[in-house]
């Protein structure tokens, strides 16, 4: 288990940006996979963007592709996303998540396939 910490939230205007930050205080995150999911009140939490350990392919959601960008920063220890174009639909809680894996190239894009979870970060988007 690694505990992790996500910073860099607030409240944006519309077509503005923020760049959230996910760190692993005291631990090494590059044997991990990273993934970013939100979620609103009342419905589940859904993927945002992924990574591979290695940094070397991500992906994400439909509703955030061309304007989110996932990275990650192994010798600083943290993962990254970049968030351009905001919308009030971007509104919600955002989470960093991690995967320990050993080799591979896989990006999880799924919430059962990940086993470390930071507290969240409120993103807030105003007309």
């Known amino acids: 288990q690694v505990a992790l910490v996500e910073s860099g939230g607030g409240l944006v205007q519309a077509g503005g940006s923020l760049r959230l930050s996910c760190a692993a205080p005291g631990r090494t995150l590059s044997s991990y996979a990273m993934g970013w999911f939100r979620q609103v009140p009342g419905k589940e939490r859904e993927f945002v963007a992924g990574?591979?350990?290695?940094?070397?392919?991500?992906e994400s959601a439909d509703s955030v592709k061309g304007r989110f960008t996932i990275s990650k920063d192994n010798a600083k220890n943290t993962v990254y996303l970049q968030m351009n174009s905001l919308k009030p639909e971007d509104t919600a809680v955002y989470y960093c998540?991690?995967?320990?894996?050993?080799?591979?190239?896989?990006?999880?894009?799924?919430?059962?396939?990940?086993?470390?979870w930071g507290q969240g970060t409120q993103v807030t988007v105003s007309n």
């Open positions: 998540a991690g995967r320990l894996v050993y080799y591979g190239t896989v990006v999880y894009n799924e919430e059962k396939d990940y086993d470390n």
């Open positions: 990574i591979t350990r290695s940094g070397g392919a991500t």
